[in-house]
């Protein structure tokens, strides 16, 4: 526990499990939060017994119900320019060689949405629901939800949210393609953490690689993506781990990944 508790981590067998622990606040990020934030994924590169994170949000109203506006209202514009420039929660996400599965129950709006955004996978509970409403504020999302969104979703989709700040229940971000699963309240994160716990069975050198290789498809024109997908599969096979997974297979036994 960081932080006073407003973050949490707890290791379950390979997986960090990462809780936003402001229930009273339906686990608003204002500053500390995401301070404490940066440290547990900081945490979870380190440990090498942690091969795969798991992030949610504490109680069942919200996974992150937005940004703590309280923190706008004195706020100059050079602070907030300074604190969105520097290091970010969702770059922290994004850019992090593991797997990061977002575990969404109750509200996921504003902020909150573009944490989701930013992890790799999203498993919803079916009481989910989803919004970036910024524009009811006389703003726009400033957490990546511009960009991040539309490559998901589409750009009218994308648009239909961003431009009305209208919610959305878990089916229809199924729908669009927002969330992978939508599982019932009760066992929403035993499933994230069950699909945590099968990539983290799999070569930590591989799952990095294809993480990087997959998120490079979204910025790179397709010609130098092959050329990135060719060197990383070439760095997978000068592996340990890519030597193990083939006499496993030949020896039809499960293989032991070491990520070496």
Do not use: H, Y
Request: charged share 25%.
């Amino acid at each position: 526990m960081t932080d006073g508790g407003v973050v949490t981590r707890d290791v379950r067998g390979r997986t960090m499990l990462i809780t936003i622990n402001r229930p009273e606040k339906r686990n608003a990020l204002d500053r500390q939060v995401r301070s404490a934030f940066l440290d547990a994924i900081a945490a979870a590169r380190a440990n090498d017994a942690v091969r795969a994170i798991v992030v949610t949000g504490a109680g069942d109203k919200a996974f992150v119900a937005g940004a703590d506006i309280a923190e706008f209202e004195d706020r100059t514009t050079v602070e907030q320019w300074r604190a969105m420039k520097s290091a970010t929660i969702f770059e922290a996400v994004e850019r992090c060689p593991k797997p990061v599965i977002a575990a969404v129950n109750g509200f996921c709006l504003g902020a909150g949405m573009e944490l989701a955004l930013a992890c790799d996978i999203r498993i919803a509970s079916a009481a989910a629901k989803f919004g970036q409403p910024e524009v009811n504020l006389g703003i726009i999302p400033g957490g990546g939800g511009t960009q991040r969104l539309p490559r998901i979703v589409g750009l009218g989709a994308a648009l239909r949210l961003i431009l009305t700040g209208d919610l959305i229940g878990a089916d229809d971000a199924l729908r669009l393609g927002l969330v992978e699963e939508v599982v019932e309240p009760n066992a929403f994160l035993d499933r994230a953490l069950a699909l945590a716990e099968t990539i983290a069975s799999k070569s930590p050198v591989a799952v990095a690689a294809a993480k990087e290789a997959t998120r490079a498809a979204l910025s790179l024109p397709l010609d130098d993506g092959l050329k990135l997908e060719t060197a990383l599969f070439q760095v997978c096979f000068a592996s340990d781990d890519r030597a193990e997974g083939v006499r496993a297979f030949l020896e039809k036994r499960s293989a032991q990944f070491t990520g070496k």
